[in-house]
């Protein structure tokens, strides 16, 4: 019985191995946190684990909501605690995706969880080192041939090897192990003690701001003007209006969310879809340029008259006139705009309609009037109407 036992506990763990490793089941929900209450405004840590290999941080909005990747629509958070809000999305995405029970987990993040993890330093490259509550800028050294860099506070610390993330609770164990008499003297962290480091890879941000210094304040609104530039690209700035739908068209990635969102917010969302597929490590600035009236008539142009616009991966985005005589459907206004230039096979097709009641977001069955052809799927455009092609 013990030999037999041996063996199926070797081949258990060679199975695990081979896959990467067992992924949490759904006990592991259970021993989430179920005391300490969300509010609007903290930072959560939010893993899907059928829908991503790595957690998701995201900032629980002034509503008290929260908006996942694979959520269709923003689910209440604050007054929840980890645990109640991890439930309650697994019914949701039972519902909306997938069949049989989700394992959602959900944590409080710090600010040093959306650090890098990617990039590992290397001799040479620029390391720019901060502790918020020291106040002070940040500290700039280079990785030399040894890996060691030179900290305040906490003297030689070995940087080649590890991730932003990693140098980051690295120096704050360093810190948070100073005796008490050694202390940095501008502050005597909270108990337990837990400063907050924050790690960036400066290697081709010499002359600009790095991303910790964008605007996290001010949030966008449709018609402002705000300018991208992804320094790796090494293109200028390209600046964009945001338009009535609240979105922008960003390099590389397409439609980008920018309406209630902040510059910062932004930046990082360009830069996670840019880190998915086109840049290892993407630095990505985000400015807001203008909030004058005179920018707000580039996307209210589509109201001026009656016209109907077009955004996205189409071959020719802008605003047309509709047709004198006859109906015009999504499917004519794709061909009329030169077809999807996306490389999905079947675009995802939104209509965003003026109402009384406001905008109003129509999801198109792109599949049922491209493929199937289905007449019934195919809607009638309206005067300012905007069709967005992702």
């Known amino acids: 019985m013990g030999h037999r036992f041996a063996v199926f506990l070797l081949l258990f763990l060679a199975a695990s191995l081979l896959r990467g490793g067992e992924l949490p089941d759904a006990s592991a929900m259970h021993s989430l946190d179920n005391k300490r209450i969300i509010k609007a405004g903290d930072l959560l840590s939010i893993h899907v684990i059928k829908a991503s290999k790595e957690p998701e941080i995201i900032t629980v909005s002034n509503n ?36 049989g029970p989700q394992v959602v987990l959900v944590k409080f ?17 620029t390391v720019s080192v901060r502790v918020l509550e020291d106040r002070r800028d940040a500290e700039q050294r280079r990785v030399p041939e040894n890996g060691m860099i030179e900290f ?104 980008v969310k920018a309406g209630g969102l902040t510059c910062a917010e932004v930046a990082v969302s360009i830069k996670r879809e840019l880190e998915k597929a086109f840049f290892l490590t993407a630095t990505v600035l985000v400015t807001l340029d203008s909030t004058e009236p005179d920018s707000k008539e580039l996307v209210r142009g589509c109201f001026d008259e009656e016209v109907i616009c077009v955004f996205g991966n189409v071959a020719k985005a802008g605003k ?42 129509i999801l198109v069955d792109a599949e049922a009037i491209l493929i199937r052809k289905s007449k019934e799927h195919d809607l009638f455009l309206r005067s300012y109407d905007v069709m967005l092609v992702d």
């Open 152 to 255: 305040r506070y906490v003297g030689a610390v070995k940087a080649e090897g590890l991730t932003c993330r990693k140098l980051a609770m690295l120096i704050r164990q360093k810190l948070v192990a100073l005796p008490g008499h050694s202390l940095p003297p501008f502050t005597y962290f909270s108990e337990p003690r837990t400063p907050t480091v924050v790690v960036a890879l400066d290697r081709l941000t010499c002359g600009f701001p790095s991303m910790d210094e964008l605007d996290n304040n001010i949030k966008l609104r449709p018609g402002w003007t705000i300018g991208i530039r992804i320094l790796e690209d090494k293109r200028d700035k390209l600046q964009q209006v945001i338009a009535v739908s609240g979105e922008i068209q960003a390099p590389y990635v397409g439609l």
């Open 109 to 125: 993040a710090s600010s040093m969880d959306v650090l890098d993890d990617r990039h590992i330093f290397v001799p040479g490259d």
């Open 320 to 361: 047309y006139e509709l047709p004198q005589k006859g109906d015009l459907t999504v499917s004519g206004f794709l061909q009329w705009a030169g077809g999807n230039t996306s490389k999905k096979p079947l675009p995802k097709i939104q209509i965003v309609r003026k109402t009384p009641q406001g905008n109003k977001r």
């Open 64 to 99: 008290g909501d929260v908006k996942n990747l694979v959520l269709l629509k923003p689910m209440p958070a604050a007054g929840l605690t980890c645990r109640t809000l991890a439930f309650n999305i697994g019914r949701q995405l039972e519902r909306d995706y997938f069949g």
